[in-house]
Protein backbone atom coordinates (compact mmCIF):
# COMPACT_ATOMS: atom_id res chain seq x y z
CA UNK A 1 0.00 0.00 0.00
CA UNK A 2 2.69 2.18 0.50
CA UNK A 3 4.52 2.15 -2.72
CA UNK A 4 1.26 2.58 -4.33
CA UNK A 5 0.27 5.93 -2.75
CA UNK A 6 2.72 7.85 -4.79
CA UNK A 7 1.99 6.65 -8.07
CA UNK A 8 -1.95 7.29 -7.43
CA UNK A 9 -0.95 10.43 -6.78
CA UNK A 10 0.70 11.09 -9.67
CA UNK A 11 -1.20 9.49 -11.83
CA UNK A 12 -4.53 11.72 -10.50
CA UNK A 13 -1.79 14.98 -11.19
CA UNK A 14 -1.25 14.35 -14.74
CA UNK A 15 -5.39 13.05 -15.06
CA UNK A 16 -5.89 17.14 -14.56
CA UNK A 17 -2.61 18.59 -16.95
CA UNK A 18 -4.68 16.23 -19.65
CA UNK A 19 -7.92 17.72 -18.70
CA UNK A 20 -6.85 21.77 -18.85
CA UNK A 21 -7.42 20.55 -22.61
CA UNK A 22 -11.11 21.02 -21.73
CA UNK A 23 -11.01 24.77 -19.96
CA UNK A 24 -8.96 25.71 -23.23
CA UNK A 25 -11.50 24.25 -25.56
CA UNK A 26 -14.67 25.44 -23.68
CA UNK A 27 -17.03 26.52 -25.23
CA UNK A 28 -19.08 27.55 -22.07
CA UNK A 29 -17.84 28.97 -18.85
CA UNK A 30 -20.44 26.07 -17.76
CA UNK A 31 -17.74 23.79 -19.16
CA UNK A 32 -14.42 25.50 -18.10
CA UNK A 33 -16.34 25.19 -14.37
CA UNK A 34 -16.96 21.53 -14.48
CA UNK A 35 -12.79 21.50 -14.72
CA UNK A 36 -12.49 23.36 -12.02
CA UNK A 37 -14.69 20.87 -10.06
CA UNK A 38 -12.57 18.11 -11.07
CA UNK A 39 -9.70 19.87 -9.80
CA UNK A 40 -11.41 20.33 -6.13
CA UNK A 41 -12.73 16.61 -5.90
CA UNK A 42 -8.75 15.17 -7.35
CA UNK A 43 -7.69 17.95 -4.81
CA UNK A 44 -9.75 16.16 -2.25
CA UNK A 45 -8.36 12.55 -3.34
CA UNK A 46 -4.55 14.08 -3.51
CA UNK A 47 -4.83 15.29 0.20
CA UNK A 48 -6.27 12.39 1.52
CA UNK A 49 -3.59 9.56 -0.41
CA UNK A 50 -0.81 12.09 1.03
CA UNK A 51 -2.28 12.55 4.51
CA UNK A 52 -2.16 8.69 5.02
CA UNK A 53 1.21 9.29 3.53
CA UNK A 54 3.17 11.36 5.23
CA UNK A 55 0.91 10.79 8.56
CA UNK A 56 -0.15 14.46 9.14
CA UNK A 57 -3.27 14.63 11.06
CA UNK A 58 -4.69 18.12 9.49
CA UNK A 59 -4.40 17.49 5.95
CA UNK A 60 -7.78 15.94 5.99
CA UNK A 61 -8.59 18.66 7.12
CA UNK A 62 -7.61 21.10 4.31
CA UNK A 63 -9.24 18.46 2.29
CA UNK A 64 -12.15 19.04 3.79
CA UNK A 65 -12.54 22.66 3.19
CA UNK A 66 -11.39 22.28 -0.52
CA UNK A 67 -14.41 19.87 -0.55
CA UNK A 68 -16.95 22.36 1.16
CA UNK A 69 -15.12 25.23 -1.31
CA UNK A 70 -15.61 23.63 -4.54
CA UNK A 71 -19.42 23.63 -3.73
CA UNK A 72 -19.81 26.96 -2.75
CA UNK A 73 -17.53 28.16 -6.29
CA UNK A 74 -20.52 26.18 -8.10
CA UNK A 75 -23.63 27.62 -6.40
CA UNK A 76 -21.74 31.33 -6.67
CA UNK A 77 -21.09 30.54 -10.34
CA UNK A 78 -24.73 29.44 -11.19
CA UNK A 79 -25.80 32.45 -9.11
CA UNK A 80 -23.83 35.27 -10.13
CA UNK A 81 -22.14 34.74 -13.43
CA UNK A 82 -24.44 32.41 -15.11
CA UNK A 83 -28.38 32.92 -14.27
CA UNK A 84 -30.70 30.63 -15.27
CA UNK A 85 -34.17 31.68 -16.03
CA UNK A 86 -35.79 34.51 -14.89
CA UNK A 87 -37.90 33.05 -12.10
CA UNK A 88 -34.80 32.69 -9.64
CA UNK B 1 -3.78 -9.14 2.71
CA UNK B 2 -5.89 -5.97 3.42
CA UNK B 3 -3.07 -4.63 1.92
CA UNK B 4 -4.11 -5.95 -1.63
CA UNK B 5 -7.55 -5.37 -0.95
CA UNK B 6 -7.09 -1.54 -0.46
CA UNK B 7 -4.23 -1.04 -2.75
CA UNK B 8 -7.31 -2.27 -5.70
CA UNK B 9 -9.32 0.12 -4.10
CA UNK B 10 -7.23 2.62 -4.62
CA UNK B 11 -6.27 1.47 -8.29
CA UNK B 12 -10.05 1.31 -9.53
CA UNK B 13 -10.83 4.82 -7.95
CA UNK B 14 -7.63 6.03 -10.03
CA UNK B 15 -9.33 4.54 -13.22
CA UNK B 16 -12.26 5.95 -12.56
CA UNK B 17 -11.00 9.08 -12.13
CA UNK B 18 -9.47 8.67 -15.49
CA UNK B 19 -12.66 8.14 -17.26
CA UNK B 20 -14.15 11.03 -15.97
CA UNK B 21 -10.96 13.34 -17.33
CA UNK B 22 -11.75 11.34 -20.51
CA UNK B 23 -15.44 11.52 -20.94
CA UNK B 24 -14.99 15.73 -19.85
CA UNK B 25 -12.58 15.69 -22.85
CA UNK B 26 -14.41 13.50 -25.48
CA UNK B 27 -18.28 13.83 -24.47
CA UNK B 28 -20.34 16.64 -26.83
CA UNK B 29 -22.37 19.06 -24.71
CA UNK B 30 -22.61 19.82 -20.79
CA UNK B 31 -24.81 17.48 -20.20
CA UNK B 32 -23.02 14.51 -21.29
CA UNK B 33 -19.66 15.96 -19.34
CA UNK B 34 -21.94 16.51 -16.30
CA UNK B 35 -22.66 12.76 -16.36
CA UNK B 36 -18.62 12.01 -16.37
CA UNK B 37 -17.71 14.42 -13.95
CA UNK B 38 -20.28 12.89 -11.18
CA UNK B 39 -18.53 9.58 -11.88
CA UNK B 40 -14.81 10.69 -10.75
CA UNK B 41 -16.61 12.79 -8.12
CA UNK B 42 -19.01 10.07 -6.37
CA UNK B 43 -17.40 6.84 -7.12
CA UNK B 44 -13.34 7.72 -8.15
CA UNK B 45 -13.43 9.26 -4.58
CA UNK B 46 -15.80 6.68 -2.83
CA UNK B 47 -13.35 3.57 -3.90
CA UNK B 48 -10.24 6.30 -3.33
CA UNK B 49 -11.58 6.83 0.35
CA UNK B 50 -13.00 3.10 0.57
CA UNK B 51 -9.20 2.00 0.13
CA UNK B 52 -7.69 4.50 2.84
CA UNK B 53 -10.50 3.79 5.45
CA UNK B 54 -9.59 0.13 5.38
CA UNK B 55 -5.67 0.94 6.15
CA UNK B 56 -6.62 3.94 8.58
CA UNK B 57 -5.19 3.62 12.56
CA UNK B 58 -8.68 4.61 13.83
CA UNK B 59 -12.26 4.31 13.61
CA UNK B 60 -12.40 8.13 14.03
CA UNK B 61 -10.42 8.70 11.12
CA UNK B 62 -12.08 6.18 8.86
CA UNK B 63 -15.41 7.84 10.08
CA UNK B 64 -13.86 10.91 8.83
CA UNK B 65 -12.93 9.97 5.40
CA UNK B 66 -16.15 8.41 4.87
CA UNK B 67 -18.16 12.11 6.15
CA UNK B 68 -15.76 14.03 3.87
CA UNK B 69 -16.62 12.02 0.89
CA UNK B 70 -20.40 12.35 2.16
CA UNK B 71 -19.90 15.99 1.77
CA UNK B 72 -18.59 15.34 -1.76
CA UNK B 73 -21.11 13.48 -2.55
CA UNK B 74 -23.76 16.28 -1.49
CA UNK B 75 -22.27 18.68 -3.40
CA UNK B 76 -21.55 17.06 -6.61
CA UNK B 77 -24.96 15.99 -6.58
CA UNK B 78 -26.71 18.92 -6.22
CA UNK B 79 -23.80 20.98 -8.23
CA UNK B 80 -25.02 18.62 -11.00
CA UNK B 81 -28.49 19.58 -10.44
CA UNK B 82 -28.19 23.16 -10.41
CA UNK B 83 -25.68 23.45 -13.86
CA UNK B 84 -28.03 21.41 -15.79
CA UNK B 85 -30.76 23.45 -14.67
CA UNK B 86 -29.12 26.52 -15.54
CA UNK B 87 -28.20 25.10 -18.93
CA UNK B 88 -31.64 24.16 -19.92
CA UNK B 89 -32.76 27.75 -18.61
CA UNK B 90 -30.38 29.25 -21.06
CA UNK B 91 -31.59 27.25 -23.76
CA UNK B 92 -29.37 24.82 -24.72
CA UNK B 93 -30.42 21.47 -25.19
CA UNK B 94 -29.05 18.13 -24.59
CA UNK B 95 -27.02 16.74 -28.06
CA UNK B 96 -28.79 14.17 -29.81
CA UNK B 97 -27.65 11.52 -32.63
Known amino acids: MDSIIWPVTLFLLINLLAGLWRALRGPTAADRLLLSQLFGTTAVAVLLLQAWQVGLESLRDVALVFALLSAITAVAFVRRTWPGGADD | ?97
Open chain 2, 1 to 97: MIDIVSSTFLLAGAAFFFFGTVGLLRFPDVFARLHALTKADNVGLGLIVIGLALESASPAVAAKLLLIWLLVLLASASVAHLIARAALRRGMRPWQQ
